[in-house]
């Protein structure tokens, strides 16, 4: 079965530090893989996806991700922090066999300190 | 291009009762999954809608169930809530069925049942 875990709920980072969200996933097949994020009284706002090809994936905002098929892991990263950046940002899976179903994680929540 | 509209925004039922939340997908977008998401916790995936046919479902009773329309917009029914009902839910469009689509949220109605 298909699933997300994000060990952290909440991340603390300082403005302008660099700063990574973790995400580890299981799928029986190749995986997609997705990153969310959501403001206060918003839905979710794309922002990056991994197909195949490079490990690295650029996204909006400054944002990327790594993928690491033998951690199964695709961790969220930015060089540095904005304090316009706290949010809840989610990690989402889904299987490339045709499945319909996007599997998310809990979510971690971010806080940037100025 | 015109985003994902939801409505209404909030919304407060009585146990029991039955409720019907809409759904405009982003302009282009013949895809529409629903979302449950409890306070504190990530989106589940409610079902899937692709040319007016459910085409994937979650792990939600019959209870729940929905209509998507030729302009692609669609609906969500509740019928006998319950008090778990409670939630935010997300309405999500995307270009089609592949799993390599992301998804793309409106703002989410937020259903309160007491």
């Known amino acids: 079965a298909q699933s997300v875990a994000q060990p952290e709920d909440q991340v603390n980072v300082a403005e302008g530090n660099p700063l990574t969200v973790k995400c580890t996933y299981s799928?029986?097949?190749?995986?997609?893989l997705f990153w969310y994020v959501q403001y206060p009284n918003r839905g979710l706002q794309f922002l990056l996806k991994?197909?195949?090809?490079?490990?690295l994936v650029k996204g909006s905002y400054g944002f990327e991700a790594e993928f690491n098929k033998s951690q199964t892991s695709f961790h969220l990263k930015k060089p540095s922090a904005l304090v316009s950046d706290s949010a809840l940002y989610f990690c989402?899976?889904?299987?490339?066999?045709?499945?319909?179903?996007?599997?998310f994680g809990a979510g971690t929540r971010l806080f940037v300190k100025a | 291009e015109t985003g994902v509209t939801q409505s209404p925004t909030h919304l407060i039922k009585t146990r029991g009762q039955q409720v019907t939340l809409r759904c405009s997908s982003q302009?282009?977008?013949?895809?529409v999954s629903w979302y449950q998401q409890a306070l504190g916790q990530g989106p589940q995936f409610i079902f899937q809608?692709?040319?007016?046919?459910?085409?994937g479902r979650g792990n939600f009773p019959p209870r729940f169930s929905g209509l998507q329309f030729p302009n692609y917009s669609s609906e969500l029914n509740v019928n006998a809530l319950e008090l778990d009902d409670s939630a935010l839910y997300l309405c999500?469009?995307?270009?089609?069925?592949?799993?390599?689509?992301?998804?793309?949220f409106g703002p989410g109605t937020r259903l309160t049942v007491t």
């Open positions: 999500a469009s995307s270009y089609g069925t592949s799993p390599s689509y992301e998804q793309y």
């Open positions: 799928v029986s097949g190749n995986p997609y």
């Open positions: 991994y197909i195949t090809g490079d490990n």
């Open positions: 989402a899976v889904r299987e490339n066999t045709g499945g319909f179903k996007t599997i």
């Open positions: 302009s282009g977008h013949n895809t």
């Open positions: 809608y692709y040319r007016e046919e459910e085409n």
